[in-house]
């Protein structure tokens, strides 16, 4: 009877060890048939970098049979330019092993078996085995969301840029890049409307070309518009940081000078602009010349800007009635 009773309980005690096989072999089975399931690539990896195991999902994103990644290091799917960052990343996580995200606001990129590298996002977890601590990563092939984001941030370029250009065209001339008239004017009256300090004063310079009608007639827009191009850009070169310089017409532009101390303060930086743009204009293969007639004035605390910008134009129209390439004054 003792020896059948330990015969018995010899007998339980297999049966039981034979059912804890069964059941781990089952929760193998059901692990493997999940992990080829998943949607995503998954993969474990030991604490050499080496892969131990992975997916259907795997072979297929990476492009590798299974008995080519199983034992490969895990950098080998990863762009060279890449790798040794992560060498560093995965002995940060087996040294403080959690559930994160790889790389959180980073975009990062797979490598295929062909060269191909694409958009993935990768997750980890640690991994208590009887082995020790794995890694297990879920990739995912992110290159539809890719591509969709590559596509609204390429389009919001797009409108911030059309809408940069809106805002040029309202405040800009279109050929010469100075202020346009609309700018200029309400420039002129925004500072006929300041308080400006004692002693100060506002100038203000009405540029015309001499005998552009012509220089259109007999040499084409084209040359015109060169012209222009060119005078715009010595007038801005000689006035000072924070003076305007605005087209206000055809071929009209108006210079506004605060902070000077008298009206022959405006009138030296009016012989300076006419000097400048008297030297001959080089384009395509010939040469051309160009000169102004400036008329000078200084505002009026109180006028409004048609009132300065018709005594400048009288002024501009003495000096063209002299003959051109002249500075005016009222």
Known sequence: SQRA???????????????????RADAQRLYRALLEA????????????????????ADQMFGYSREEIVGSEVEKFIPQRYR?????????????????????????????????????????????TQNGLRVLASIRDVTERYEI??????????????QHGLERLARFDSLTGLFNRGETLARLEFALTCNRTPGTEFGVLFCDVDKFKTIND???????????????????????????????????????????????EAIQIADKIKARTAAPIHHSGSTFHATLSIGATLAIPGESATDTTTRADAAMYH????????????
């Open 5 to 23: 009773e330990a015969e018995r309980e010899r007998a339980e005690a297999e049966s039981q060890r034979a059912e804890a096989e069964r059941e």
């Open 38 to 57: 998943a949607p995503d690539a998954l993969i474990i990896v030991g604490l050499d970098g080496r892969i131990i195991l992975a997916n259907a999902q």
């Open 84 to 128: 040794g960052n992560h060498v560093r990343h995965r002995s940060d996580f087996f040294a403080a092993p959690s559930v994160r995200p790889i790389g959180a606001g980073q975009q990062l990129w797979g490598l295929r078996h062909d060269g191909e590298e694409f958009p993935v996002s990768i997750s980890v977890s640690p991994l208590s």
């Open 149 to 162: 984001e590559e596509r609204l941030r390429v389009e919001h370029e797009q409108l911030v840029e059309a």
């Open 218 to 264: 007999t040499w084409g827009h084209d040359v015109g518009d060169a012209v222009l191009l060119t005078v715009a850009d010595r007038i801005s070169q000689c006035v000072r940081h924070g003076d305007t310089v605005g087209r206000t017409g055809g071929d009209e532009i108006l210079v506004l000078l605060p902070g000077l101390h008298s009206l022959a």
């Open 319 to 330: 000096a063209k009635h002299a003959g051109g390439n002249t500075v005016s004054h009222i």
